[in-house]
């Protein structure tokens, strides 16, 4: 534990300005302490290296002086020399502490050496000084290691060099030597470290009192916040003893208080202060922030006691000028109530796309935020979403109307409004620019309008007003007015949040117009592309709803029915949906429905049909693609059935869309189970076809989406709800729509909805005949003569003629170039129905014959009596038709 509150004291005193001067001179000393140690070291080794080379220059020189080593080098006895030098040589190797001693010839054959194995070989050395008569010293590897070395020359006395002698410390015994010398290096290093510590310890203690302990960054902060607050700051400081005498006023003080530069040292009440001022200053009490008024400034005082430490006593005061803040701040509230004005205009105007309903927003939210009265006026043409052109002050409209109170003498809304030219108003639409009337009473021209009005608007109490054009992207929309009766009244720095506050209405008004003006089209266009009157037929009865989504909903989509009559009094049902809303979607729905009229002429089965018109859709997609501008017709749905009221079969298939509910004549309401198929433009799955025996009196209700979807609720069960909506007896094809109407949709569609309710009828018996005809040419005179008298027996002898021909034709053929069974089905409907089927695929053409052609002219008849005739296959063969209008119906 005391080492723990040891190793604290001595980290805190580190990081005083003492500790720290302390530290940095003993880091200094112990720097010197090695660089010294350093020093002397190398300079220990340096000697030990240069006294080598001294003892084995002399060495090597007092060798080859001896005369026994020059008279050995001059024998011409080449083994002599050594069996002469090698014991002189180890003598004086012992004697000279050195380590080796060699005696070589002139070309560095060694002659003695302390390894004898190592005489006769090469002196690994650098002898070619020596061999030229000069001495070499250096340190180089030999063979007893690195060492320290000098080669002197040995001469004859005619100056030749007759052989060389050398000698060698090891480098290992160089530096054993220069150790020897740390002991005594590192004791004076130690002396002089603690002497050097010792003395810089003093010196710390003593500037550790002066400086109070503080640290470098306390005591540079100390010395800056000393110097702000006597100069820099935009604040007065005053700091009081005891004594209520000024100890410091800095130079901001001095100047609010109007001190002289004498103020130091002298009582607070001799300064010769205001008197409030000096009242608060020498009160005691701490205060914040009090606001005291000293000469025309307003000062705002903050006062509190120096107790940080016990025994000073006194107390600091600080003064700020807020003349001109309580100025700024009156005028940044005034900013921050007009911004949020504006902040809130931007969320509460503009909330739907009908123009109307806009304009009475924005006079809603003036009232009373920013006006008394508001009044809007625009043209009937953007009240319609058309194009506006320079409004004249003789066409505008009152569209909105709102004030404080509801008897006022303005006009209503709704009233055609024409101003005249001296009228604020009038001035505004021709300008562009904001008028002001500032005060009415005067009667400066503006009542001009209406001189009785005008009395009666001054006597009603308002006093001013402002108008100001209704500008949106560059084209004036119409005016909006601002009156005040109760307010003060309205002045110039009021224009621009006027205009700020209708400019941020004039985008949503334009927007709405724009969106009323697309809508109408849409609408339009939607409107005229679906069947205005539904085809009359005698298979059901048909009666449907069309709603278009709500304004800012969604707008016109693309859905889209229709009832189209097929041959043999049979009736198709169709109902589709184009994803998307807009002239788009309504255009693309034109094209879908003109595709699918098209393709029921073909009186294709329901599957075979969504098959052609989805390879149709998928080739106008591939023909879009490379626009970009029109959407894609991918995604369509869409539901064809066909309803026999001969055979009571119903035959339906989907892409995509919603599944029919069959209505049964008890009531009961189910779905039939129709499979479903990709959407329109997807490909890649076939389309199944789904056969259900209706009873008569069946109801089939086709719907698009916008009937079952809702946020709050999973499609299964607005399905559901739909079914128990349409699941009732006893009811007419509209009585169901509109009780599917009233369950589904109590308030407007988000999407656009499209409901058609087929009522089924059955064609009795007594109306259509049939006969099997064997494949025998003179069966054909039979089946004649049994519709000749089922004609005369439904009172059609006019028509009697023409079948025969046409039905010994078609009979005739299946007979010559089909195969059986061959059958005949008349059919007494709007039209007389003539059917003849075989079991073959082929189909009949109509050609004209040559004049000598024997046959070929059969089929050119019957197109030439029959009103209509054509051909449809099933799944045993074809059947080929004619219709006849009867004679009531031509």
Not at 407 to 431: C, K, M, R
Request: proline share 6%; aromatic share 4%; charged share 20%.
């Amino acid at each position: 534990m005391h080492h723990r509150i040891g190793r604290f004291r001595f980290g805190h005193r580190l990081r005083t300005v003492a500790g720290q001067v302390f530290a940095l001179q003993v880091i200094v000393v112990l720097i010197l302490a090695a660089a010294a140690f350093s020093a002397l070291l190398l300079q220990s080794q340096a000697d030990a290296e240069s006294e080598a080379r001294n003892r084995t220059l002399a060495v090597a020189e007092a060798v080859a002086a001896s005369p026994n080593v020059q008279q050995a080098l001059s024998s011409k006895d080449p083994t002599n020399p050594t069996a002469q030098l090698q014991q002189q040589a180890e003598q004086t190797r012992k004697r000279s502490d050195v380590d080796f001693v060699v005696v070589m010839s002139p070309t560095g054959i060694r002659y003695t050496h302390p390894n004898p194995a190592q005489i006769g070989r090469t002196f690994s050395g650098n002898i070619a000084a020596a061999q030229q008569g000069r001495t070499v010293s250096e340190t180089a590897v030999g063979t007893l290691g690195p060492s320290v070395r000098t080669v002197v020359p040995v001469t004859s006395p005619q100056g030749k060099v007759i052989g060389m002698v050398g000698a060698g410390i090891v480098v290992k015994r160089v530096s054993l030597a220069a150790e020897r010398q740390v002991p005594l290096i590192l004791a004076a290093t130690g002396l002089v470290l603690g002497a050097a510590t010792a003395g810089s310890a003093l010196i710390s203690k003593r500037l550790l009192r002066q400086t109070h302990g503080l640290g470098p960054a306390q005591m540079t902060r100390m010395y800056e916040h000393h110097d702000a607050v006597l100069h820099a700051v935009r604040e007065g400081v005053l700091i009081v003893d005891a004594q209520g005498n000024l100890l410091l006023a800095n130079d901001e003080a001095r100047r609010l208080l109007r001190l002289g530069a004498d103020g130091e040292g002298r009582p607070v009440t001799a300064l010769g202060l205001e008197p409030e001022a000096e009242q608060l200053l020498v009160s005691g009490r701490a205060i914040t922030d009090e606001v005291i008024k000293v000469g025309d400034r307003l000062l705002a005082v903050s006062r509190r006691p120096m107790t940080q430490q016990p025994g000073l006593g006194g107390w600091v005061a600080t003064l700020r000028d807020t003349t001109e803040l309580s100025v700024l701040m009156g005028r940044v509230e005034v900013v921050q109530e007009r911004l949020k004005l504006l902040y809130d205009a931007g969320l509460r105007i503009g909330t739907t796309l009908d123009v109307t309903h806009t304009a009475q927003e924005l006079a809603e939210f003036a009232v009373p935020r920013f006006a008394d009265y508001v009044t809007v006026d625009m043209t009937d043409a953007v009240l319609r979403g058309e194009e506006p052109n320079q409004p004249s002050a003789k066409e505008l409209r009152r569209v909105a109307l709102h004030g404080i109170r509801t008897d006022t003498p303005l006009y209503p809304p709704g009233e055609l409004v024409q101003f005249a030219p001296s009228t604020p108003q009038a001035s505004s639409l021709s300008s562009g620019k904001v008028a002001l009337e500032a005060d009415m009473a005067a009667f400066s021209g503006w009542q001009e309008q209406d001189p009785d009005g005008s009395r009666k608007l001054v006597a009603y109490g308002l006093h001013s007003m402002i108008a100001v054009p209704l500008r949106a992207r560059g084209v004036i929309l119409g005016v909006v007015t601002f009156w005040r009766s109760q307010s003060a009244p309205f002045a110039q720095e009021e224009i621009s949040l006027a205009e700020e506050l209708v400019a941020r209405a004039a985008v949503s008004i334009d927007n709405a117009r724009r969106f009323t003006r697309e809508r109408t089209m849409a609408v339009t266009l939607q409107r005229s592309l679906l069947p205005h009157e539904l085809p009359k037929q005698s298979a059901v009865d048909v009666a449907h709803r069309y709603l278009p989504a709500e304004a800012g909903l969604g707008g016109v989509g693309g859905d889209w029915f229709d009832v189209i009559p097929l041959p043999g009094a049979r009736v198709a049902i169709v109902v589709g949906d184009v994803v998307g809303h807009g002239l788009h979607a309504a255009a693309s729905m034109g094209q879908l429905r003109t595709a699918v009229h098209n393709l029921s002429t073909l009186d294709l089965p329901p599957d075979e049909l969504l098959w052609h018109l989805d390879e149709l859709v998928t080739r106008i997609d591939q023909d879009r693609d490379g626009n970009g501008e029109a959407p894609m017709l991918t995604g369509a749905t869409c539901l064809y059935a066909i309803y026999d009221p001969v055979s009571r079969l119903c035959t339906m298939a989907r892409a995509g869309h919603l599944e029919p509910i069959i209505v049964h004549p008890d009531g009961d309401a189910e779905l039939p189970g129709v499979p479903v198929g990709p959407p329109l433009g997807l490909g890649g799955l076939p389309y199944e076809k789904t056969e259900v025996l209706l009873p008569e009196g069946s109801s089939i209700v086709l719907y698009t989406d916008g009937l079952v979807e809702d946020r709050q609720r999973d499609i299964d069960e607005g399905i559901e709800r739909l079914r128990h909506a349409v699941a009732h007896a006893g009811r007419t094809p509209d009585q169901m729509c509109q009780a599917a109407i009233d369950a589904m949709l109590p308030t407007a569609p988000r999407d656009d909805v499209a409901l058609i309710v087929a009522g089924t009828r059955l064609l009795n018996g007594d109306r259509t005949a049939s006969w099997d005809v064997p494949a025998d040419p003179s069966a054909v005179a039979g089946v004649r003569a049994a519709a000749a008298q089922l004609l005369e027996d439904w009172g059609m002898e006019e028509e009697a003629f023409t079948l025969e021909l046409v039905l010994s034709e078609l009979v005739t053929n299946a007979i010559r170039h089909a195969s059986g069974p061959i059958r005949v089905r008349l059919i007494r409907d709007r039209s007389l129905i003539c059917e003849v089927s075989d079991g073959s695929s082929v189909s009949p053409h109509l050609r004209r014959a040559t004049t000598m052609d024997e046959g070929g002219r059969g089929l050119f008849l019957v197109a030439q009596f029959a009103d209509r005739w054509g051909t449809r296959y099933t799944s045993g063969g074809k059947v080929i038709w004619t219709e006849q209008q009867l004679s009531d119906e031509k």
